[in-house]
């Protein structure tokens, strides 16, 4: 069995893909994975042994660079990105079995188009329910577009959003569809999403209730990491109380700096410690007092059972991986799908949320001393010991069986015509 993996996005939208790419392999599947060309990726899927397809321009630069929210060149990128599928995936599924895809909408929809030309097995992997239609929530707000009202219907503001995202990207699809001899289609988003989108997360964590969407959960996908953590951190660990973990992943430069001159700020006013993560912002040290560590490149789950807390932006990778060790946390979310992983911890009590304006240290440090607070790390770790790890294994066995059995493919039931 061929399977081709295609995301485009930073590493919370590759990490979970490797994690899949190398249980299907050790199933016994031959497994490629078209990945954005950055260095880290490709040294990545070269250490578990997939062959990496480089795909699209470097991701790098433009998440570091552009603030959240930015519209500039978001036509350019998103025509960009569906060539890409069109272009260079296609090429890559060429005679595979399945095609199993994650990424912003231009990508996603553009890849099932592909998979329906090829007549492939699609899959739709969500690592997050936010942007998955639910009477449960409300959608999350498009780019240039003001929050609504609040007594608006959530049925309402999730078709106004199939309709924004049509208005957006649908002409566009459809020229590229039209160009490989397919029919247009009337709705983007729900064609992306598929009858049966998979969600790759925890259902401790992000429990899915029932909708008209025929979800299947997975279970998160991570790859297992057995290295150990390096000496001269293990000598800081070492050398002192649990200190706290800082890191704010893939944000742009200047947000993840200030953030993180803030969050040591508070800790130091805590009186504890700091390991800090250089991240994609390469943040630094300020100064060469002995109670700050910088660390890069780490095995995170072994790590966050060394410290006392982990204060972060609210990936789901980085939430996932920080509750499986047992460790409380500190949420300061900027954007997208990261309020909602902070009300979770919050949720689950296993940790507090940074709401409202940026953090100073006086505030953030107030939320510091709610998820230190006794009680919590029991709860994290109760919490620890109910999240499943069998995510990549579930979702794997389920693709192979379904490829097996030669199930009527996704991707041509109702192609010209999806609804949710």
Not at 32 to 53: N, Q, S
Not at 200 to 223: I, N, R
Not at 236 to 260: H, I, K, N, Q, W
Request: glycine content about 8%.
């Amino acid at each position: 069995m061929r399977v081709v993996v295609s995301t485009y996005g930073s590493r919370g939208s590759v990490e979970p893909m490797v994690g899949l790419a190398v249980r299907l392999r050790e199933l016994g599947a031959e497994v490629r994975v078209c990945a954005p060309p950055d260095e880290e990726f490709r040294k990545r899927l070269d250490a578990v042994g997939v062959e990496m397809v480089p795909a699209g321009p470097a991701v790098r630069p433009v998440v570091t660079t552009v603030e959240p929210g930015s519209a500039v060149g978001l036509a350019r990128r998103a025509s960009e990105l569906m060539a890409l599928q069109f272009d260079t995936v296609a090429a890559v599924a060429k005679g595979c079995d399945a095609l199993v895809v994650t990424g912003p909408l231009p990508v996603t929809a553009a890849a099932r188009s592909v998979a329906e030309q090829l007549g492939v097995r699609y899959v739709h992997a969500s690592h997050q329910p936010v942007s998955l239609p639910s009477p449960h929530r409300r959608p999350p707000v498009r780019r240039g577009r003001p929050e609504p009202s609040a007594e608006i219907a959530n049925r309402t503001l999730w078709d106004e959003d199939a309709l924004i995202a049509h208005t957006m990207f649908g002409e566009m699809l459809n020229t590229h569809r039209a160009s490989a001899g397919l029919p247009p289609v009337d709705n983007i988003r729900d064609y992306a999403f598929s009858d049966q989108p998979w969600l790759a997360t925890d259902p401790v964590l992000a429990p899915w209730q029932p909708t008209d969407l025929d979800v299947f959960q997975t279970g998160a996908w991570a790859v297992p990491d057995e290295r150990p953590l390096d000496a001269d951190l293990l000598e800081f660990l070492d050398a002192g109380d649990a200190p706290v973990y800082v890191g704010f992943g893939s944000m742009p430069a200047a947000a993840a700096g200030e953030a993180a001159r803030t969050a040591v700020e508070a800790v130091r006013a805590q009186g504890r410690r700091v390991v800090l993560s250089r991240g994609w912002a390469e943040l630094a040290l300020t100064d060469d007092r002995d109670d700050c560590f910088l660390v890069g490149e780490a095995n995170h789950r072994a790590l966050f059972r060394r410290v006392s807390a982990v204060v972060h932006h609210g990936s789901a990778g980085t939430t996932t991986t920080a509750a499986l060790a047992g460790a409380p946390q500190v949420v300061v979310p900027t954007g997208g799908d990261q309020p909602y992983w902070a009300g979770r911890v919050v949720d689950l009590g296993i940790g507090a949320e940074h709401a409202g304006s940026a953090p100073t240290a006086d505030s953030l440090a107030v939320a510091l001393e709610s998820a230190l607070a006794p009680g919590i790390r029991e709860r994290a770790t109760a919490v620890a010991a109910t999240v499943r790890t069998d995510g990549t294994t579930v979702a794997a066995r389920r693709l192979l069986d379904e490829v097996g059995r030669h199930e009527p493919s996704a991707s041509t039931r109702g192609s010209a015509s999806p609804s949710a």
